[in-house]
């Protein structure tokens, strides 16, 4: 009976080490995999990284906490920034992070993302810990919904100092690019081209906080949803509009069956790709 349990747990083990179970798996711009390391190497090397996330992975969140730290112990010259901050809450942000109130004064004096306990909190309390900046890189929300219902035109009536925490205006855009273009569609007219200009009035403003807040020498690492930065658009093409001698780097988070092989829908979406396994439990 011993020697039938011990080959069948033999067996067994063989058999989880052909399925060669792994949650998630790294590619370069060419589809090929690669390791953590490999990619790190690379991004010690950008003057920005933009880390497109799915919201609601935690894959997502435990690798940019990973990536951070690891990017800090090459370079502590490091600025954190993130979509899920808007800039009237940066006041707020830097209270915190400079030990003037706790988590509860945090809460109530800034619009915290409903994950942000689980997802975010993490990589602001490293920022708190090491001193380093961490930068609201939003537009208020309340005024990319003015843009979506009045246009970019509405905004000239605002005051000074609420301008302030938007990207300067007028602001660019191009309504070809295939990303805005494809929102249109997508909503099949509706909004006009009122839709994909409020997107791109988040992507605009984010880039010029980012450009605002760079290190001498140093990285930029900033988190934002994958739509953002996917394709080399969004917040990339208006970095690249307001700075044009800056290393982006990009990552792309999708979600496939199994991680391995890289589907050809998932690549060529930015530098790096960060394949996450379909049957991974969403964190809400």
């Known amino acids: 009976m011993r020697l039938v349990f011990s080959i069948l747990l033999g067996l067994s083990f063989l058999n989880l080490e052909a399925q060669d179970l792994r949650a998630y798996q790294l590619y370069d711009k ?42 800090y112990e090459q370079d502590s010259n490091l600025v954190l920034g993130a979509e899920m901050f808007e800039a009237d809450n940066q006041e707020a942000l830097n209270l915190y992070l400079n030990d003037s109130i706790d988590e509860k004064g945090l809460d109530s004096l800034a619009r915290l993302w409903p994950n942000y306990d689980t997802d975010y909190k993490g990589l602001v309390d490293f920022a708190k810990a090491r001193q380093l900046p961490f930068i609201a890189t939003n537009i208020p929300r309340v005024y990319a919904r003015q843009v979506y219902k009045q246009g970019l035109e509405s905004l000239d009536t605002l005051s000074d100092s609420i301008k302030a925490w938007m990207v300067p205006l007028p602001m660019p855009y191009d309504g070809e690019l295939p990303g805005y273009k494809a929102l249109l569609e997508m909503m099949g007219g509706h909004g006009g081209e009122n839709f994909p200009k409020a997107q791109a009035i988040k992507d605009a403003t984010m880039a010029h906080f980012i450009v605002l807040h760079l290190p001498n020498e ?56 960060l394949v996450v396994d379909g049957q991974m439990t969403n964190s809400y």
């Open 30 to 71: 060419g589809g090929e995999a690669l390791s953590f390391n490999e990619m790190l190497s690379a991004l010690s090397k950008a003057d920005v990284i933009l880390f497109g996330e799915l919201h609601n992975n935690p894959i997502c969140h435990w690798l940019q906490y990973e990536v951070t730290a690891a990017l």
């Open 218 to 273: 140093g990285t930029f690492i900033h988190y934002n949803g994958d739509y953002h930065s996917k394709d080399f658009e969004g917040i990339s093409w208006y970095l690249n509009e307001f700075k044009d001698d800056l290393n982006i780097m990009t990552i792309s988070t999708q979600i496939q069956d199994q991680v391995s092989p890289l589907d050809s829908a998932s690549a060529g979406h930015a530098d790096f790709t």
